[in-house]
Nanobody, 123 residues
Framework: QVQVVESGGGLAQAGGSLRLSCTAS????????MGWFRQAPGKEREGVLC????????YYADSVKGRFTISRDNAKNTLYLQMNSLKPEDTAVYYC????????????????WGQGTQVTVSS
């Protein structure tokens, strides 16, 4: 019943930009914090950014500060990740997650996950 779908991944050169989108259905979108996570091959999945129900940003990863921006459009049930000044180390599968009330909740509270979208940054 709950469906979370990411889009917008692809190939970018170092220094370039990509914008990811995430559409969620089957839940009260504006009742939840929304998060972006990523996983590179051979590495643990890490949190990137989270946005609260009221639109406040939480940085999970210091490495993206000043380069990535999270936003949401509650009228469209859509979450965005604007990625600028991309680096090869940003290469990963990016996941959208929902279900937590607060960005400070444990990761297990994010009960609903998308299928992931591949982001590849070349040098």
């Amino acid at each position: 019943q709950v469906q979370v779908v990411e889009s917008g991944g692809g190939l970018a050169q170092a220094g370039g930009s990509l914008r990811l989108s995430c559409t969620a259905s089957g839940l009260r979108f504006d009742a939840y914090a929304m998060g972006w996570f990523r996983q590179a091959p051979g590495k643990e999945r890490e949190g990137v950014l989270c946005i609260s129900r009221s639109g406040l940003t939480t940085y999970y990863a210091d490495s993206v500060k000043g380069r990535f921006t999270i936003s949401r459009d509650n009228a469209k049930n859509t979450l965005y990740l604007q990625m600028n000044s991309l680096k090869p180390e940003d290469t990963a599968v990016y996941y959208c997650a929902a279900g937590a009330v607060s960005c400070s909740d444990s990761r297990s509270k994010f009960a609903y996950w998308g299928q992931g979208t591949q982001v590849t940054v070349s040098s």
